[in-house]
């Protein structure tokens, strides 16, 4: 994988800067594990070859460039496993919600949960941001449970918060403020 900045979190376990040239590795993990992604992820089903999947890293960087999005590939060995965002960036405010997934292959591990830590640390440390954000699908236990893992508290469900696959979804709403990171 190239790749211009890497930081590592364990000497497995990194976070990379997106590049265009990662967007066939992308599509190849997606594609790889459709079923278990398409549950809670409405992208998958579009994800037909590595263009969709091009044209997600080029709006996260244009994103990164205006201050409203932060990107990070997560890589086991060297190889894609998930990702990981910094989305609705807020400076006025300082504050931004957080999106990730992970391959089936690489769950239970903890590594979700290491990698939320790490872009908890960017977005406080580094970013100046006060407060951080996770919308996690009720039935989604395993988002749910990182969230919990890395420190947020549960602030609320919004009840028919997004329509997926033509049917309302309930979403747990999670926060973690600046104060409460350690």
Wanted: hydrophobic content about 40%.
């Amino acid at each position: 994988m190239k790749h211009s900045f890497c930081l590592e979190i364990d000497e497995s376990l990194s976070l990379v800067q997106p590049t265009l040239e990662m967007a066939q590795e992308l599509f190849e993990v997606v594609d790889s594990d459709r079923d278990h992604l398409r549950r809670f992820l409405d992208f998958v089903d579009s994800s037909t070859s590595f263009e969709p999947q091009e044209h997600y890293i080029k709006m996260k960087l244009e994103g990164y460039i205006k201050g409203t999005d932060r990107l990070f590939i997560i890589a086991f060995d060297q190889k894609i496993i998930g990702c990981i965002d910094l989305h609705f960036i807020d400076t006025n405010n300082k504050k931004a919600e957080l999106g990730y997934w992970l391959h089936s292959s690489q769950t239970n591990k903890g590594f979700m949960t290491k990698v939320v830590k790490k872009v908890c640390a960017i977005g406080f440390e580094d970013m100046g941001l006060n407060k951080l954000s996770i919308r996690a699908d009720t039935e989604n236990k395993a988002s749910n449970a990182v969230a919990l893992k890395s420190g947020f508290s549960f602030v609320g469900t919004d009840k028919a918060e997004v329509i997926m696959y033509n049917e309302f979804r309930d979403l747990n709403k999670y926060s973690l403020l600046k104060a409460d990171f350690n």
